[in-house]
Structures are given as C-alpha cells and as structure tokens.
C-alpha cells in the first residue's frame, strides 16, 4: 500500500491534519476546524482520502474515469450508464485490512454511527455540492461502517455528482473522496442556520430552519420546517413561521403560516408551541456568528439539540449568495449601489482586468466632476460587475427623482428596486454628498470644468436652429470618431514596451471618456427637438417614434446595410453562395469561382468594422477581425430566404413611412391653436431630430475602437509573459488587475502573489449566479416590481419598440456561434452593436434586460421591428416556440410550446 505508507488511513477529528482539505475533504476539514475551535462536534474520524486513492488506484477504474471525462454532458443516457458501472466497480472493493483495524480502533461499543462522505470538491466557497453525495445513518458493527464507507466512496459518481461536477467544470480525475464516520447523534430537534439570509441576501438577518428530530428530514426536504428570521445586530427574532409536515414526517402538506407580524416584528409568547424556545434561537444564532468569524465567510451551519446539548454537525459557506460590492463603505450606514452593467446593457460576468478598467473610468469620471471620493459617487466592484455607489443620489430629496427619472428610457427595471430600499431603508442611508466639500472655492471649480462644455451644448442647438448646418452632424460626428479613435491608438503605440503602451491605453480610456462626454451632451439637441415636436404636435407618440426609423446614415445602420451588400455579392456569385451554406472558411470561399470579389468585399467590411463585436465593453472577447464566423453565419443565413437588395429597400420603406409621418404631423399642427405657425415648423425640427439622431451611436463606435487596441495591447502583455515563462496560458492575462498586470511586466525577477487558478473558479462561480441589478452594502437586493394593468396570460415587459410580429423565437446567448433565420424573432440577454448583424434577419427583439434608449432598442426602432424588455425572457422562452411581441402594450405572447 505505497500511498498508505505515506498518509495517514484515519485521522481523529481533533488530529490537526485533519484540518486539511486535501485528507479530510471540504466537510472533514471544516469539522476538523470546529473542533479546534472549541466548538461542540460529535466524536468521530476521517477515512481519509488516501483509501480512496488507494482503492480507485487500478487500470480498469482509471480507465472507467477518463470514459467518463471523455462523455459529453449532454449524454445524459451515457453518462449515468458509466458513472452506475464505477459506483457498482468501487463497492464491489474491499478496504485493506491495515484501514479496517484503524477503523475498529475508534468504534465504541454499543454506540451509533452516521458516515458522511466528504469530498475534496465540495463544501468550498465556490462549489458546495449539497447533497450530491450519500450519507448513511446508523451503522454500528466494523461490517456496516466499512460498506458504508465504500457506499460514500462510491457516491463520488452518484448521477447528480458526475452533473454537478460537469456544470462547473471540475475534472473527475481530480476529485477525492473522504468519509467522515461520527457519532449518531439522537437529537430533539435539528436544523439549518443560514448566517445571512439565502433568500435576500442580507448579511445582518440569520435564518433558521428547525423541525424535532433529526435533521436529515430539513436538510432532504421531507417535512416543511419552522423558520425563524433574526437580525443579528439586534438580536431580535424578525419572524417566526411554523412548519407543516405529513403524520408520518415525510410529506409536506402546504406552506408553511407566519405565526409572528413580520411587519411589526412581533412574535407570541406560546414557546411551548415551538421546536425551538427564544434562548434557543439566540444560542443558535451566537454560534453561527463564531463560525463566520472562524470561516470569513456566511455560513450555511447543520445542528441538533440532544438533552439540551447543542451540536454543530456540518458547515459550509453559502455559495448562492451575490458577492459584496468593494472596497466596502467605512461608515456602519447603508450604502445602496446600482449596477453599471445593466445600465450598459450588458449583464455578463466581465474578467478581473476588465472590471479594474472600468471602475478606474468611473471613479476618474467623477473625480472631474468634482466627486467626493469618500462621500460621493463612486465605483464599487463584486461578483465580475461594476457598480456605482448611488446612495449620494438616493439620501437627496431633490436628486433622487433626476436619478429614478433618468432610467426610465435606459433601464426602467432599476427603479422599482431603488424606490422600495429608499423607501424601506431610507432613513438608514449614509449622509452623502455628491461634490467634493462645500467650499464656494470648490464648487467654482467644478462648475469650471463643466461650464465650457455645457456651453458649447447650448451653443450647437441654437446655430441648429438656423442654416442648414445640421444636414452634417451625422457625417462629421462619424469624422470625428474615426479621427479621435485614429489618433489615440496611434498615441497607444508609441509606447517603448508592453507596460508603456498599457499605461497610454488606460490614459487614454480616461481621456476619452470626457470627450465622449462632450459628444453626447450634443445630443440634448435630440431632447429639445424631441419636446419641441411634442409641444407642436401633442399627442402624436407613434408619428415620434416614425420619426426614429429608417436613419441610414446611423453607424450601425450603415454596417447593416454594407453586410446586406456583401451578402448581394454572394447571392449574384452561385458557387460562393454554396460554399457559404456549407459552411466553408474564408480561405476555401476565395478559390471558388467569384469568391475573390466576396472575400475582398468582405475583408474590406472587416477592415471598415473589425473592431466591432458582441458585448464590447468585455473586450477581452474576441473582435470581428479575429473571429469573422458570425458575420459569415449572417450572411449564410440572409441567403437562404432574403432577396437581392431587400436591406436596402427596407430602409428606402422606413424612410418613406417617416416622410408620411411628417405630413401627418404637419396637418396635426395645422389643427391646433396657432396652426400655420406650428405647421412651418414641424418638418425642419423633425429632419433636425432626425439628424441628431443618427449621431448617437457614434461614441460607442469610436470608443469599440480604443478597445480594440486596448485588447491588442493586454494580449501582448499576456504573450510577453507566457514567452517567460510566468503564464500557462495567454488568456490567463485577463486574471489580473492593470497594476498587478504592470507590476508583473515591470519585475521580472519580483513575481506578483495572485492565485490565478483561484481566480479562474471565482470568476466560473460568479458565472453561475445572476448578478443584481441593485444591492445594498449588507447584502440586501431589494426586488421590487414593476405593476402592470394588462389582462394578459403572456408575459408582461417593457415596450421599447413599437409595432408587433409574430413568429418562431431564436434564444441566442452568445452571438459568436450563432445565426438568426429571416422572419426569426430574437429572444437575447441583452444587445449591443456587436450584435447588429443579427438584425437584418429579426422580425422582433426581447431581451431581458433594457429600455428605449439601449442599443437594442434603438436598433429595433431605426429598423422597424417591435421590441419588448422582459426579466427573465431567455429562461421563460425557448427556441422554436411560436411567440408573438407586442411592442405596443409591452407583452410577449406564448402562442406555442
């Protein structure tokens, strides 16, 4: 037994080694720290995983495992036929003789075992695989507790298990299996404590879940156990709700009742009437604050109670619970913060150094504005997201209804939340204040900084108003993305090494985000064109919204149209357009007959529009350049049913029917009071509305350019380091914050601490959650709803696009591996210019998160298919099912499963 001579078989609980995970596993490591703690655990050993290892260590088990690694997930038939055979393999073992006799050395007579497997994979802040593994109850001979320990060997391939593992990515070959054998205990009652609470997400409230008896039945789901909500700083009991369970314990028979007033708090005096008694729950609650303190982390804690004795049977960390935004506030306040991403559109978890780049533009954003960086607005970070600090905004009676208002057209979904904590918790709220100190000295400063641009604003709309001079703010404003963008990586290269050019990149980026600034408060030419109209016209909502479509001089409805133009050369060129649809590469398509003039029309797109790609502002994602497939899958999939020159026709359409809509509103005018007056002055507004339109998508455009580089310039880093010898992988780059980043260039011989692999499961964990739109600095994320009046069985959004369509839904994730049929309704997470090729096929757009004025929105407006925001829609529809979206009324139909 060459593994045995070197580790131990069985280690006593109380035995420092077996604090080690890589023995005792996630749960004999974490009992094992209990006990050295002091705290109350029942008797008992490790079956280490060196029998584990020992007994898996054979050819035909090795065989069977990397079979397993090799099946596809998918297989779920395949899968649970391989992982049944390793199970049935491993119990048919015997445990070494040596194993045995330490075994019978710590069994007592007469006294009742519980064996509970404990793997090297479970239990950890990333991954808890609650109850993918077997526990065995009551087992006393040597004869029972040895199958029962094979039995929780074997479980190491229990179906969920093998899934679990699968989800998240762990290799099989690389998990170990220890079995913790402790005394039975016969309890009175049991339960779980959950040191914050799992539902939401508030780190002050304990949660308890207890029921009589043992607490395998809580722990299972076979009865509906009381729980009892407390606030920790307080200790008061919040709620106490009684459970509800079958005559023989097993079956749940309805929801459980409150018997406390969660509104007032109260709770009544029938402890008798309760598995557990006030000082009970305060006990219960004080060991689960030494817990988290032991373990840094909240805990999700197992206990009983036998003879008044309190037992802790188990803990863990609680991993569904939403990261804490950091640095975390100084003060013992409430600090509300809302989520950047989804203000952007764009909810996937973003890289470490991705997330660094854009706090650091945030907080340099608002440090010119004049922001307290201690007080005011600021960024925060958690769980691979950004997110600004609002409550500066939120305390104050008079900005927060400019912040709330302010999201109506970019995420309405926000405001709800924010309005219910504000209302609920304001008088918790820190007292902030948005601008740096109060000092007269300090507010001529700021109102310095921002008076020149707010100025030059003003000025714009006011020689708009006159002269012709506004037939030229789609064009120039495209002159000047391109020559700023042209410029500013120019400047980026100059950079003598790696590190130099990343500084210039975050200079720049920084640089940039005021200029842009300046650019969009052109576009408050948009709000006073737009209210001016309505003014003119009251009452004319869908002739506005005509009025939005059909802008071809739109950045992204130019690059609609010129990929519409090269899917023309294809359809006039037979053999490129079969090559497409078989799916050929660039490379293959160029010898085919006519395939030199579609590949040059093609790399001159991407030379034109490379840059781009889904989810820019992640830009550690590849661009259109490196991975032109989804652009080829567009084109493949607007040959199969579209016909020569329809992209354009449809836009030539959209600007006829906006034509209309001006006479409209001109003989709308005509009608009111002052009519011949009001009338003169519909149309030159509505062309300068339109004008002004077509330029808002222009500092995205140039800013995909600066990311570009700035991605370009990371993955040279990342080659640089891989060269030496201090990466694995190139990809490994995006693991780092910029200053670790540049210290690691800047010191070769002075390597950075960070745990990269660590960091790589952080990042998959965070993945697997769903990132809050809002959250508080306890944890808190406030859910509130957005109510609505409509009699609908379908489900109820957010209209962002008028007009409705019906048809199969397409739920497209990720765009880079997919394409989207002619008349498809596009059902995503969210849009963004990377996603524009998408829609010259849709006939309609949902997406879960979004408002009028996101990119998505705007897109589906200027191309004349209707939109709908519904939370949730990727996970409530699926692909193929007969949808029908009503951007009117904001409701998707279900038509057909």
């Known amino acids: 037994m060459a593994i045995l001579e070197r580790?131990?078989?069985?280690?006593?609980?109380?035995?420092?080694?077996?604090?080690?995970?890589?023995?005792?596993?996630?749960?004999?490591?974490?009992?094992?720290?209990?006990?050295?703690?002091?705290?109350?655990?029942?008797?008992?050993?490790?079956?280490?995983?060196?029998?584990?290892?020992?007994?898996?260590?054979?050819?035909?088990?090795?065989?069977?495992?990397?079979?397993?690694?090799?099946?596809?997930?998918?297989?779920?038939?395949?899968?649970?036929?391989?992982?049944?055979?390793?199970?049935?393999?491993?119990?048919a073992k015997e445990l070494p003789e040596d194993v045995q006799e330490s075994i019978e050395v710590q069994l007592k007579s007469g006294v009742s075992y519980v064996a509970r497997s404990s793997a090297t994979a479970e239990d950890l802040p990333?991954?808890?695989?609650?109850?993918?593994?077997?526990?065995?109850?009551?087992?006393?001979?040597?004869?029972?507790?040895?199958?029962?320990?094979?039995?929780?060997?074997?479980?190491?391939?229990?179906?969920?298990?093998?899934?679990?593992?699968?989800?998240?990515?762990?290799?099989?070959?690389?998990?170990?299996?220890?079995?913790?054998?402790?005394?039975?205990?016969?309890?009175?009652a049991s339960g779980v404590l959950f040191t914050a609470d799992p539902l939401t997400g508030k780190r002050t409230v304990a949660s308890i879940d207890a029921s009589t008896g043992l607490g395998e039945a809580v722990v299972s789901g076979t009865v509906t156990a009381e729980n009892v909500r407390v606030d920790r700083e307080s200790g008061e009991i919040l709620e106490y709700r009684a459970g509800v369970s079958g005559d023989d314990g097993s079956d749940l028979v309805g929801?459980?009742?409150?018997?406390?007033?969660?509104?007032?708090?109260?709770?009544?005096?029938?402890?008798?009437?309760?598995?557990?008694?006030?000082?009970?729950?305060?006990?219960?609650?004080?060991?689960?604050?030494?817990?988290?303190?032991?373990?840094g982390s909240p805990q999700d804690i197992e206990w009983s109670i036998a003879d008044g004795q309190f037992w802790m049977l188990q803990t863990r960390p609680i991993t569904t619970l939403s990261p804490l935004p950091e640095p975390r506030p100084d003060d013992d306040a409430l600090h509300v913060y809302y989520s950047w991403n989804h203000r952007q559109g764009m909810t996937e978890v973003m890289p470490p150094l991705v997330v660094d780049y854009w706090s650091r533009t945030m907080d340099v954003l608002f440090d010119r504005f004049g922001s307290d960086p201690e007080a005011g607005l600021s960024s925060a970070t958690a769980g691979g997201m950004v997110y600004i600090d609002v409550t500066p905004l939120l305390q104050s009676d008079r900005l927060a209804?400019?912040?709330?208002?302010?999201?109506?057209?970019?995420?309405?979904?926000?405001?709800?939340?924010?309005?219910?904590?504000?209302?609920?918790?304001?008088?918790?709220?820190?007292?902030?204040?948005?601008?740096?100190?109060?000092?007269?000295?300090?507010?001529?400063?700021?109102?310095?900084?921002?008076?020149?641009?707010?100025?030059?604003?003003?000025?714009?709309?006011?020689?708009?108003?006159?002269?012709?001079?506004?037939?030229?703010?789609?064009?120039?404003?495209?002159q000047w993305a391109d020559a700023t963008a042209e410029e500013m990586i120019r400047e980026v290269r100059s950079g003598d090494s790696e590190a130099?050019?990343?500084?210039?990149?975050?200079?720049?980026?920084?640089?940039?985000?005021?200029?842009?600034?300046?650019?969009?408060?052109?576009?408050?030419?948009?709000?006073?064109?737009?209210?001016?109209?309505?003014?003119?016209?009251?009452?004319?909502?869908?002739?506005?919204?005509?009025?939005?479509?059909?802008?071809?001089?739109?950045?992204t409805t130019t690059m609609m149209i010129e990929l519409g133009d090269v899917t023309d050369i294809a359809r006039d060129n037979p053999d490129v357009e079969r090559a497409l649809k078989e799916g050929r590469s660039l490379d293959e398509i160029r010898e085919v007959a006519g395939g030199e003039e579609f590949t040059a029309a093609f790399e001159n797109f991407l030379d034109?529009?490379?840059?781009?790609?889904?989810?820019?502002?992640?830009?550690?994602?590849?661009?259109?350049?490196?991975?032109?497939?989804?652009?080829?899958?567009?084109?493949?999939?607007?040959?199969?049913?579209?016909?020569p020159g329809d992209h354009r026709t449809h836009v030539e359409r959209l600007e006829t029917e906006t034509e209309r809509a001006i006479t409209r509103l001109e003989r709308q005018a005509n009608r009111e009071r002052f009519g011949s007056i009001r009338r003169r002055l519909v149309r030159p507004f509505a062309l300068r509305y339109r004008s002004y339109l077509s330029m808002r998508e222009v500092t995205k455009y140039a800013l995909s350019q600066l990311l570009d580089?700035?991605?370009?310039?990371?993955?040279?880093?990342?080659?640089?380091?891989?060269?030496?010898?201090?990466?694995?992988?190139?990809?490994?780059?995006?693991?780092?914050?910029?200053?670790?980043?540049?210290?690691?260039?800047?010191?070769?011989?002075?390597?950075?601490?960070?745990?990269?692999?660590?960091?790589?499961?952080?990042?998959?964990?965070?993945?697997?959650?769903?990132?809050?739109?809002?959250?508080?600095?306890?944890?808190?994320?406030?859910?509130?709803?957005?109510?609505?009046?409509?009699?609908t069985d379908g489900l109820v959004g957010i209209p962002t696009a008028s007009g409705a369509a019906e048809g199969q839904a397409r739920v497209i994730e990720e765009p880079s591996d997919a394409t989207l049929e002619t008349e498809e309704i596009l059902v995503a997470p969210h849009t963004d210019p990377g996603w524009t090729p998408l829609f010259l096929n849709a006939a309609g757009l949902v997406t879960n998160v979004g408002g009028k004025m996101t990119h998505g929105s705007i897109v589906a407006r200027e191309y004349g298919i209707p939109s709908v925001v519904v939370a949730g829609a990727t996970e409530q529809i699926e692909t193929g099912q007969r949808i029908r979206v009503d951007g009117n009324r904001g409701v998707v139909e279900l038509l057909e499963d």
């Not at 652009?631 to 016909?643: F, I, S």
């Open 7 to 91: 580790v131990p078989a069985v280690l006593s609980l109380s035995d420092p080694r077996a604090t080690n995970t890589e023995l005792s596993g996630g749960k004999g490591a974490n009992l094992a720290k209990l006990v050295s703690a002091g705290l109350p655990v029942p008797d008992g050993f490790c079956v280490t995983t060196a029998v584990y290892e020992e007994l898996t260590d054979d050819e035909e088990i090795s065989a069977m495992i990397d079979d397993l690694e090799a099946t596809d997930p998918i297989d779920t038939e395949r899968l649970r036929e391989r992982a049944t055979r390793l199970r049935d393999t491993i119990r």
């Open 126 to 188: 990333t991954a808890s695989f609650a109850g993918q593994h077997s526990t065995v109850l009551d087992v006393s001979s040597l004869a029972d507790v040895t199958d029962a320990v094979l039995d929780c060997m074997a479980s190491l391939f229990t179906d969920r298990a093998v899934s679990y593992r699968a989800r998240n990515e762990i290799a099989h070959e690389v998990v170990s299996m220890c079995v913790v054998v402790q005394e039975m205990i016969d309890a009175d």
């Open 255 to 295: 929801a459980n009742e409150p018997t406390g007033d969660l509104e007032n708090g109260d709770v009544p005096n029938t402890e008798s009437d309760r598995v557990l008694t006030n000082e009970q729950v305060t006990t219960i609650v004080a060991y689960g604050e030494g817990i988290e303190r032991s373990f």
């Open 401 to 478: 209804p400019y912040l709330l208002e302010g999201l109506n057209d970019f995420d309405r979904q926000a405001i709800a939340p924010l309005e219910e904590i504000r209302e609920r918790r304001g008088d918790e709220f820190a007292q902030t204040s948005v601008l740096r100190g109060t000092s007269l000295l300090q507010t001529l400063s700021t109102v310095g900084k921002v008076a020149p641009v707010v100025g030059r604003t003003l000025g714009s709309i006011l020689r708009g108003l006159v002269g012709r001079s506004y037939e030229e703010v789609p064009r120039r404003a495209r």
């Open 500 to 555: 130099e050019r990343l500084r210039i990149a975050l200079e720049k980026n920084d640089e940039f985000s005021w200029k842009a600034m300046e650019v969009a408060l052109k576009l408050w030419n948009v709000y006073f064109y737009r209210a001016a109209l309505r003014r003119l016209c009251p009452g004319a909502d869908d002739e506005f919204e005509a009025l939005e479509r059909g802008l071809r001089e739109n950045v």
């Open 608 to 643: 034109e529009y490379g840059f781009r790609a889904p989810a820019e502002i992640e830009f550690s994602r590849p661009r259109y350049h490196e991975d032109p497939s989804p652009l080829l899958g567009t084109v493949q999939a607007k040959l199969e049913t579209g016909d």
């Open 709 to 791: 580089e700035t991605r370009r310039q990371v993955l040279a880093a990342g080659e640089k380091l891989e060269r030496e010898g201090r990466l694995e992988d190139v990809n490994d780059v995006w693991l780092y914050d910029f200053d670790e980043l540049l210290f690691e260039l800047t010191n070769p011989d002075t390597p950075t601490d960070v745990d990269l692999d660590a960091r790589r499961a952080e990042q998959f964990h965070h993945q697997q959650l769903r990132a809050p739109r809002v959250i508080t600095s306890d944890g808190e994320i406030p859910r509130g709803g957005i109510a609505s009046t409509i009699d």
